[in-house]
T-cell receptor, first 116, second 108 residues
Framework: GAVVSQHPSWVICKSGTSVKIECRSLDFQATTMFWYRQFPKQSLMLMATSNEGSKATYEQGVEKDKFLINHASLTLSTLTVTSAHPEDSSFYIC????????????FGPGTRLTVT | DAKTTQPTSMDCAEGRAANLPCNHSTISGNEYVYWYRQIHSQGPQYIIHGLKNNETNEMASLIITEDRKSSTLILPHATLRDTAVYYCIVTNDYKLSFGAGTTVTVRA
């Protein structure tokens, strides 16, 4: 149980285009979902927190107009990287906190984004 | 959230117990200790968490000192698949701040 999926697992896009990444909790409902970014040889950095049906809360320094987050249901959150640039190339990871157990958080497998 | 200090890296032998220390001397009374690990190029995996009592699950044991200023994660019988970066995180809410963690290499 407690499986989180992400789609796609990797994506290559051209500079200036937008990319959407999906995060789904497969066997549980998630009160809250989180988006992280990880650059090579660095640790995970929290980008934003989203609750179903409400606007996401972004961490300091994260541009909310560039990283659009939609949390449409208790099992799905999407991150759209708009007008992508090469410096947005990174490993994007989502996590979900179960409605039934707020003490645990389960992570997706990550999405590798490369912007050329 | 309280800051944590972990060794940068450690090696352990396959089949032996791996003891991973974490210092969190500024932990406050309502903060939990969480452990996650990240195998290369994958999302982090939840291992265990605790408040003040020792905890055990199918993956590991968590030993928290009585003053709660430090803790140890114990992998009872390390396997090659336990090679990963292990993160000790202290928090009293849902936000997880990942530090550099400990890179654990299990050797045959």
């Amino acid at each position: 149980g407690a499986v989180v999926s992400q789609h796609p697992s990797w994506v290559i896009c051209k500079s200036g285009t937008s990319v959407k990444i999906e995060c789904r909790s497969l066997d549980f409902q998630a009160t809250t979902m989180f988006w992280y970014r990880q650059f090579p040889k660095q640790s995970l950095m929290l980008m934003a927190t989203s609750n179903e049906g409400s606007k996401a809360t972004y961490e300091q320094g994260v541009e909310k107009d560039k990283f659009l987050i939609n949390h449409a249901s208790l099992t799905l959150s999407t991150l759209t990287v708009t007008s992508a640039h090469p410096e947005d190339s990174s490993f994007y990871i989502c996590s979900a906190r179960p409605f039934s157990n707020r003490y645990e958080q389960y992570f997706g497998p990550g999405t590798r984004l490369t912007v050329t | 959230d309280a800051k944590t200090t972990q060794p940068t890296s450690m090696d352990c032998a396959e089949g032996r117990a791996a003891n991973l220390p974490c210092n969190h001397s500024t932990i406050s009374g309502n903060e939990y200790v969480y452990w996650y690990r990240q195998i290369h190029s994958q999302g982090p995996q939840y291992i265990i968490h605790g408040l003040k009592n020792n905890e055990t699950n199918e993956m590991a044991s968590l030993i928290i000192t009585e003053d709660r200023k430090s803790s140890t994660l114990i992998l009872p019988h390390a396997t090659l698949r336990d090679t990963a970066v292990y993160y000790c995180i202290v928090t009293n809410d849902y936000k997880l701040s990942f530090g550099a963690g400990t890179t654990v290499t299990v050797r045959a």
